[in-house]
Every structure is written in C-alpha cells, then in structure tokens.
C-alpha cells in the first residue's frame, strides 16, 4: 500500500485530526472516522505499543473517508506518536484517488496548523 505521507504536523494526532476536519469542511469536503487505534484498544487489556513495548503510549491511527462531489472517497490515514502527527493518502491499484479529490484534500491542509 502507497502511504507516504504529504505533510508532518508537530502536534499530537487529537488536535491535528480536529484541525484537519475544520480545514476539508471549509474546503467543502465531508469526513467519516471509519477506525481510531485509541478506540480498538479499549476493548484489549494487555495491548502493548509496538513502538514502545507498554501499555501506555501515544500512539495513535485515525482513517478518515473523505468525501467531495465524486461519488468515491479518498482514504486519509493520521498516524501520530510522540507529539508527531503525518498525514497520508491511500493510493494503491484497487483504491485509486481521483486526482482533483487529492489535489483539495492538499490544498486545504497545506495551511499551518497555527494559522
């Protein structure tokens, strides 16, 4: 799967997946949460961080489906750690994303988080 990220937020995955929902709506596109990684390990008692071998870490995956007028979403993936947040786009050869759908969903979160 194509995840690179296309931009790096130094602020923790919460505040940068609120930011980002307020920036598509404005830009006149809609979000759905289809998986948070805070929410799936509630259910599991004993779920280390992979990344920091404890139970108690901040990392974090969010996927959001981004609508706009094109009846296909686009996959946006934040995956934050450590105060971190990168923003991806799925792109792969079953899930392709429509290019002008892209070239929104970078244009309004190209704006600086503290703007």
């Known amino acids: 799967?194509?995840?690179?990220?296309?931009?790096?937020?130094?602020?923790?995955?919460?505040?940068?997946?609120?930011?980002?929902n307020n920036q598509l709506i404005r830009a006149g596109l809609r979000t759905v949460r289809t998986f948070d990684l805070h929410a799936a390990r509630l259910g599991m008692e004993a779920c280390p961080c992979p990344n920091h071998g404890?139970?108690?870490?901040?990392?974090?995956?969010?996927?959001?489906l981004v609508y706009g007028k094109t009846s296909e979403p686009v996959t946006l993936v934040l995956h934050?750690?450590?105060?971190?947040?990168?923003?991806?786009?799925?792109?792969?050869?079953?899930?392709r994303v429509n290019p002008t759908m892209q070239a929104s969903?970078?244009?309004?979160?190209?704006?600086?988080?503290?703007?």
């Open 54 to 64: 404890t139970n108690d870490c901040d990392c974090q995956m969010i996927i959001l």
């Open 80 to 95: 934050g750690s450590n105060d971190q947040t990168w923003l991806s786009l799925v792109n792969t050869s079953s899930q």
């Open 1 to 20: 799967m194509n995840t690179s990220p296309f931009l790096s937020i130094d602020q923790s995955c919460d505040v940068v997946l609120q930011w980002a």
């Open 105 to 115: 969903i970078e244009q309004a979160l190209q704006i600086k988080l503290s703007e």
